[in-house]
């Protein structure tokens, strides 16, 4: 059942991504071939390009019982443009995720600390709007429970094998503020299945928005 979800997802994300650029035309070309051959391919282009920035993360659980807060985290990133339009993208993100819930009474709040590294097929209509769809995987690095509130609050870390790796998929929407900037929003879905006797669960849902430099790119163009 995951796995049909799992393929009911991509098609439904590709046709997405795909639907509003393959609908119209003019003398005879898709609107997206068109911005491939035309004007602006500039310095703006290249086939190599790494960026650098910050992101917040709003991410929560799948339980229903948890309240995420927000987290600051980074990413490099390194894409590569098989033509003006069309690029691979992968990297790197520091993905700190905290949430708080309820535990016999008394305020709880999980603090995980997370790499993950995404690949995503970007697609680039125009010269501002790029969106993104791929795989996620998520490797846990360290967590900690903190019960109760600041002026008496237990600190515990967890015990190795309570939070795994996990993997899922995303998708972004990015908007290019100029040839060196731009902001992005991210929707990720990371799942695993966790033993039915734990409380605490390796499936999390939730955005990210966050700004990127363009640090570093070739010289040779798409």
Not at 35 to 48: A, E, H, M, T
Not at 120 to 132: A, D
Request: glycine content about 10%.
């Amino acid at each position: 059942m995951e796995l049909v979800n799992i393929r009911m997802l991509l098609f439904l994300g590709i046709n997405f991504l795909c639907g509003p650029f393959t609908g119209f035309s003019q003398g005879g070309d898709l609107l997206i071939q068109q911005y491939n051959r035309g004007p602006q391919l500039d310095s703006n282009y290249s086939k190599w390009s790494f960026r650098l920035g910050p992101q917040l993360n709003r991410i929560n659980t799948d339980l229903g019982t948890t309240t995420p807060t927000l987290t600051l985290g980074g990413l490099v990133e390194i894409e590569y443009r098989f033509s003006k339009t069309v690029g691979l993208v992968s990297g790197a993100q520091f993905t700190p995720i905290s949430y708080s819930y309820i535990e016999a009474d008394t305020l709880a709040k999980d603090r995980l600390k997370y790499i993950s590294y995404p690949l995503m097929l970007r697609l680039q209509p125009t010269y501002r709007l790029s969106f993104g769809l791929g795989i996620i995987y998520q490797a846990f690095l360290n967590g900690q429970k903190e019960l109760g509130e600041e002026e008496a609050k237990l600190t515990t870390p967890y015990a190795k094998g309570i939070f795994k790796n996990s993997i899922g998929m995303i998708g972004q929407l990015s908007y290019h503020l100029n040839a060196r900037f731009n902001v992005f929003a991210n929707y990720r879905w990371v799942k695993r299945t966790s033993p039915p006797t734990q409380t605490q669960t390796n499936n999390t849902i939730g955005f990210q928005l966050g700004v990127s430099y363009l640090f570093l790119k070739s010289k040779l163009r798409p």
